[in-house]
């Protein structure tokens, strides 16, 4: 079953403005993680929030987590046409063995317009 | 900076061929991953390996088996490739092999291979 879903599943902005990304999971988790996909390329890893934090800030990117909505939403501020990409949130759920496997969910595609 | 590597980019392989996929990564990681991504259902994951020899199936590991002779290398194996495999692989790797998920690094990855049977 699907663990992490994005909204909305596609989106399109101006260069500046800013980029939100939700994510809903239905699980326990022990971690959340939020990856970036360039076109036919692999994922890259952009920032980690552990279930016991509530906001995390990696430069241009800030990740909120609320466990008990089970919700994590990506801001990207002051965007770049070169954010263009794929952006998927991913948990690592609790319970049981993980050995770091993650559950992803299905992306968001963002397009910055120049 | 650690680097995952497929061993092809593009793949075509007709029905009921026997596939290998290889993955090879350069950082001494424990964990390794294989992973399909299909157009509407994200990624899946096939299979992944804690260990040498070690092999764990995932969400949807029919059709596929795997092996990890060597730390640095996981392949993947399609059996008896079929169409309904014709779609996008990636590997990954990551560094803790332990249960203490919290602190888990997060997973590198490789380009991909997208594999079309025929």
């Known amino acids: 079953s699907q663990q992490g879903e994005e909204d909305p599943q596609a989106l399109s902005i101006q260069e500046g403005e800013n980029a939100t990304m939700n994510c809903s999971y239905k699980t326990s988790i022990n971690n959340l993680q939020w990856y970036r996909q360039n076109s036919g390329r692999g994922l890259v890893h952009l920032i980690l929030i552990r279930s016991n934090e509530r906001e995390k800030h990696s430069g241009r990117l800030r990740v909120t987590l609320d466990t008990s909505k089970k919700s994590s939403s990506l801001l990207i501020t002051a965007s770049r046409a070169a954010d263009t990409a794929s952006y998927f949130c991913a948990t690592d759920n609790a319970g049981g063995t993980s050995y770091g496997k993650l559950t992803f969910g299905q992306g968001t595609i963002l397009t910055v317009h120049p | 900076d650690v680097k995952v590597t497929q061993s092809s980019r593009y793949l075509v392989k007709r029905t009921g061929e026997k596939v290998f996929l290889e993955c090879v990564q350069d950082?001494?990681?424990?964990?390794m991953f294989w992973y399909r991504q299909d157009p509407g259902l994200g990624l899946r994951l096939i299979y992944f390996s804690y260990d040498v020899k070690m092999k764990e199936k995932g969400d949807i590991p029919e059709g596929y088996s795997v092996s990890r002779e060597k730390k640095e290398r996981f392949s993947l194996i399609l059996e008896s490739a079929s169409t309904n495999q014709t779609s996008m692989y990636l590997c990954?790797?990551?560094?803790?092999?332990?249960?203490?998920?919290?602190?888990?690094?997060?997973?590198?990855f490789g380009n991909g291979t997208r594999l079309t049977v025929t």
């Open positions: 990954a790797s990551s560094l803790f092999g332990q249960r203490m998920s919290s602190y888990n690094s997060p997973l590198h």
């Open positions: 950082m001494d990681h424990e964990n």
